[in-house]
């Protein structure tokens, strides 16, 4: 395992050697969303102990992120969820950065930030892994033992003069199709992080600077676990690595527990697992105001809702409206049966891009049975009690904003409003590609999109206007 630096960031890159060559409901609303009819039934209820916290005894392992999609009216995936919108610190191992992709691979979701903390009486070892059947383990820390699909190093193949990604980069000089096909799809991730040192409750340790500042990473720490450590597998500086949880996102293409599907003013969710979908929000924020709509009982199984989007008209301060909203997630993510010093942490984590970036989206709380699907973890010895949350983020583009894409797509054929359309995409930073996207695909995909469709496939989106 060779360890390679790319910038600020660092990713250990095994040898591909041997490889190329070889190869209805009640419905809770805030600032102006009218109730709907129905019940539900089946889902995690509010927790009434919102001061829930590690009982002090046993071993305990606990888990949280965000699955984020992009959909049309119809309900229809759209691929480009590869750009990111919040950067990680540059201690954060990141097989993206492993070397310049002319042309990125589009998937359908970004998982984002699962932080898994351990809880434990006393100090032990576990080892550690997670797999993603569907996608790609993009960026993890601490360090890990090994990891899969493998990153190629220069010279690893013929024409490869600089660090690659065989699965992320679609340009990878593969020997023929049989490799490309058994090496090159996105799926089958794996991150093994080997033993990893459970410390003793409230041990002091170091911690890498991940100023607030500049990055929400710091948001996560503010939480009550073991701090862990990996020493056993090489790392960046060659010294122990520490902190309060693992880290690890992932891209994928994988089919979310619910349909969501727009009309002119109303969302449908329709539950297609068999399991219950956990408190369901409807949001819409505004440039100065938001509004939002909780069914706090969920989605019973096979169950579909109809739900009017938040009125604007009647919308509260952004100020007000984000304090409210992230109250009402935090008292769903007990519920869920989170601590609640780590519901805090992943609203606060999440608070900037999913209040306060203009938009309708729809937040759900997948059932614990299809994200121990989606990302099977592995702890050894095995955990008194495990719990896991995840949180699916969906970004509906309108029958109004699918007007307004399209207009603005069909000004790309137009030299003299060129400019225009292109500002009007790169406008939506990070999700600029789905939604040229939809639009192309609403214009039966004309070729003259094509060369904006590639440039924006390939930028650069941190930091994004609007997020």
Not at 117 to 146: C, E, H, I, N
Request: with cysteine; aromatic share 8%; proline share 8%.
């Amino acid at each position: 395992m060779t360890l390679r630096s790319f910038g600020s960031r660092v990713v250990l890159l095994p040898l591909v050697l041997a490889l190329v060559p070889a190869c209805a409901v009640e419905v809770v609303s805030s600032g102006g969303a009218a109730p709907a009819e129905g019940s539900s039934s089946g889902a995690p209820q509010p927790s009434t102990e919102p001061s829930a916290a590690y009982p002090g005894h046993g071993f305990v392992v606990h888990e949280w992120g965000t699955d984020t999609v992009v959909v049309g009216s119809d309900g229809s995936l759209q691929r480009g969820l590869h750009h990111e919108e919040e950067d990680l610190p540059s201690f954060v191992y990141d097989r993206i950065r492993a070397g310049t992709l002319p042309e990125a691979t589009s998937v359908h979701v970004k998982m984002e930030t699962p932080v898994t903390y351990f809880y434990s009486d006393k100090p032990m070892q576990a080892r550690v892994q997670v797999a993603f059947p569907s996608g790609v383990l993009t960026q993890w820390y601490p360090a890990v033992a090994s990891f899969y699909p493998w990153v190629a190093k220069a010279n690893a193949a013929p024409n490869l003069l600089a660090d690659a990604d065989p699965v992320l980069d679609p340009s990878f000089p593969w020997s023929g199709p049989t490799c490309q096909e058994k090496y090159g799809i996105v799926g089958q991730g794996l991150l093994d992080w080997g033993e990893v040192e459970i410390l003793p409750r409230g041990a002091d340790v170091e911690l890498p600077e991940a100023s607030l500042d500049a990055f929400t990473w710091s948001h996560a720490r503010a939480v009550d676990a073991n701090a862990v450590r990996v020493t056993a597998v090489p790392t960046a500086s060659g010294a122990p690595e520490a902190e309060r949880f693992l880290f690890y996102r992932g891209l994928g293409n994988l089919t979310p527990p619910a349909r969501v599907t727009a009309a002119a003013s109303t969302v449908r969710v329709e539950n297609t697992l068999p399991d219950a979908l956990g408190a369901l929000f409807v949001v819409n924020v505004g440039e100065a105001g938001g509004a939002f709509s909780v069914v706090p009982a969920g989605v019973s199984p096979g169950q579909t809702v109809d739900l009017e989007a938040p009125a604007l008209a009647a919308a509260k301060t952004l100020d007000v409206f984000v304090e409210d909203l992230g109250a009402s997630i935090t008292t769903a993510l007990d519920g869920a049966g989170l601590y609640h010093d780590e519901s805090l942490a992943m609203v606060a984590t999440w608070k900037r891009q999913w209040f306060r970036t203009p938009g309708l989206r729809v937040f759900y709380l997948a059932p614990q049975t299809w994200t121990d699907a989606t990302l099977p973890l592995t702890v050894d010895p095995a955990p008194d009690h495990v719990t896991r949350v995840m949180m699916i983020r969906v970004e509906v583009i309108t029958p109004d904003l699918e007007e307004g894409d399209v207009a603005a797509a069909k000004g790309l054929a137009d030299p003299a409003t060129e400019a225009a359309a292109k500002a009007h995409f790169l406008g939506l930073g990070r999700f600029a590609e789905p939604r040229l996207r939809r639009a192309l695909g609403l214009l039966a995909e004309p070729s003259w999109g094509e060369p904006f469709l590639t440039a924006v496939t390939s930028a650069e989106t941190r930091a994004a206007v609007g997020e």
